[in-house]
């Protein structure tokens, strides 16, 4: 299989650092964790209806859109069915506010601007989109914070699942994706971020994040090199 994960990503701290050992993904011991790909992000209104800024924006997003239905979620699908396969945990994290006027948020998720979202739990917009839809047996922690781990009990169900590498998958590469991973590193687990399993808003900010989180918070490969790793 290609080793290109290995040198690739690499940011200015780590030029010239030794290659870093195949990872050991022992069956039971791997999660995979499918971080806010929700109805919310993924709507879009009909651009026939929009003018001015609104249809500028429409356009400005298409990008991402695009690399969601083409990449981004078939790639996540891809690894949830593999996962599933093998008998080794699928878990969802998802942005729900647990009150209707969601005042239960995090300040980085009331202040104003893009992450000013009130996604109630149980309304369709905080779903996750029916693409990747959660089994009744697996777990799906709501988080009112960018961090997976931060306010929530998934620190603590990974490890009493016996979980020591988690495989991260989802949006935004730059955000919810970022906090999840470093707080996961930070809580000593391993940590895979599979490089065509996410998106940011653009690509730029996706690849800029990846080599800032490479080597120090996780190791980024693709999922074709993730797939030669897993047991099962």
Same mark, same amino acid.
């Given at each position: 299989?290609?080793?290109?994960w290995?040198? @690739?990503w690499?940011?200015? #701290? #780590?030029?010239?650092?030794?290659?870093?050992?195949?990872?050991v993904?022992?069956?039971g011991?791997?999660?995979?964790?499918?971080? %806010? &790909?929700?109805?919310? #992000?993924?709507?879009?209104? %009909?651009?026939?209806?929009?003018?001015?800024? @609104?249809?500028?924006?429409?356009? !400005?997003?298409? =990008?991402?859109h695009?690399r969601?239905?083409?990449?981004?979620i078939?790639?996540i +699908? !891809?690894?949830?069915?593999?996962f599933? +396969?093998?008998?080794? =945990?699928?878990?969802? @994290?998802?942005?729900?506010?647990l009150?209707?006027?969601g !005042?239960?948020?995090?300040?980085?998720q009331?202040?104003?601007?893009w992450?000013?979202?009130?996604?109630?739990? %149980?309304?369709?917009? *905080?779903?996750v989109?029916?693409? $990747?839809?959660?089994?009744?047996?697996e777990?799906?922690?709501?988080?009112?914070?960018? *961090? +997976?781990?931060t306010?929530?009990?998934?620190?603590?169900?990974?490890?009493?699942?016996g979980?020591?590498?988690?495989? @991260?998958?989802?949006?935004?590469?730059?955000?919810?994706?970022?906090?999840? &991973?470093r707080? $996961?590193a930070?809580?000593?687990f391993? &940590?895979?971020?599979?490089? %065509? +399993?996410?998106?940011?808003?653009?690509?730029?900010?996706?690849?800029?994040?990846? !080599?800032?989180l490479?080597r120090? #918070?996780?190791?980024?490969?693709?999922?074709?090199?993730l797939?030669?790793?897993?047991?099962?």
């Amino acid at each position: 299989m290609t080793q290109g994960w290995k040198t @690739a990503w690499r940011s200015f #701290y #780590y030029e010239g650092a030794p290659e870093a050992p195949d990872p050991v993904l022992l069956p039971g011991c791997v999660a995979l964790l499918v971080i %806010d &790909v929700q109805n919310t #992000y993924l709507d879009r209104p %009909d651009p026939a209806t929009l003018q001015g800024e @609104a249809l500028a924006r429409w356009h !400005r997003w298409t =990008p991402f859109h695009e690399r969601m239905r083409g990449t981004v979620i078939p790639t996540i +699908a !891809r690894l949830i069915e593999r996962f599933r +396969a093998g008998g080794s =945990p699928v878990v969802f @994290a998802r942005i729900a506010a647990l009150l209707p006027d969601g !005042r239960d948020r995090s300040l980085s998720q009331r202040k104003p601007g893009w992450n000013d979202l009130l996604l109630p739990k %149980d309304e369709w917009a *905080s779903q996750v989109v029916p693409e $990747l839809a959660p089994r009744a047996d697996e777990v799906q922690v709501t988080k009112t914070t960018d *961090s +997976a781990l931060t306010g929530t009990n998934l620190r603590l169900v990974l490890q009493n699942m016996g979980v020591t590498h988690v495989v @991260a998958t989802g949006i935004f590469t730059d955000q919810c994706v970022s906090s999840t &991973v470093r707080s $996961l590193a930070d809580e000593s687990f391993d &940590v895979i971020l599979v490089e %065509d +399993a996410c998106a940011a808003g653009s690509q730029e900010l996706h690849e800029q994040e990846l !080599r800032i989180l490479n080597r120090i #918070y996780c190791e980024v490969m693709s999922a074709e090199e993730l797939l030669g790793f897993l047991p099962g």
